[in-house]
């Protein structure tokens, strides 16, 4: 499952949207079920009203009634690993904290590690 969620997520990178940054990012997320969400990053004029490539996929999923991710491929084309950006990981961290996050490069080469390791004392509903 690992390589086809690691192909998926490279696909998404032509399907981004980013005349601005010229920065594309795909992702694909597996939930405990087996089931994959795609997504890619949707740049705006409105700079404030982008979506990432995660966050993306993890709203198609929740509204396909799925909240219990297992983990996530995000390939960028950088020399340095696309990792999640600070709001992605809070966005995750409501219903997965300690899901496997799979960080790709340009060259293909994968970082895995989880999501508390990138955000440590998240802030979640258990908070409230």
């Given amino acids: ?4 969620l690691i192909t998926t997520a490279i696909e998404m990178l032509d399907r981004a949207y980013v005349p ?5 990012v795909g992702a694909a997320l597996e939930c405990a079920d087996g089931s994959v969400y795609t997504g890619c990053n949707v740049e705006n004029a409105s700079y404030g009203l982008c ?6 996929a993890a ?4 509204s396909e009634g799925h909240r219990d991710f297992k983990r996530i491929v995000i ?20 219903f997965a ?4 996050i799979i ?4 060259k293909r080469e994968a970082m895995k590690t989880t999501l508390s390791a990138l955000l ?9």
């Fill in 103 to 106: 960080c790709l490069n340009a």
């Fill in 75 to 94: 390939a960028g084309n950088s020399e340095d690993y696309c990792t999640p950006c600070g709001a992605c990981r809070q966005f995750l961290y409501e």
């Fill in 97 to 100: 904290p300690g899901m496997e």
């Fill in 59 to 62: 709203v198609k999923a929740v």
């Fill in 120 to 128: 440590p004392h998240g802030f979640g509903p258990e908070h409230l």
């Fill in 1 to 4: 499952m690992e390589d086809k």
């Fill in 20 to 24: 601005y940054s010229h920065f594309p």
């Fill in 51 to 56: 979506i990432c490539a995660e966050r993306t």
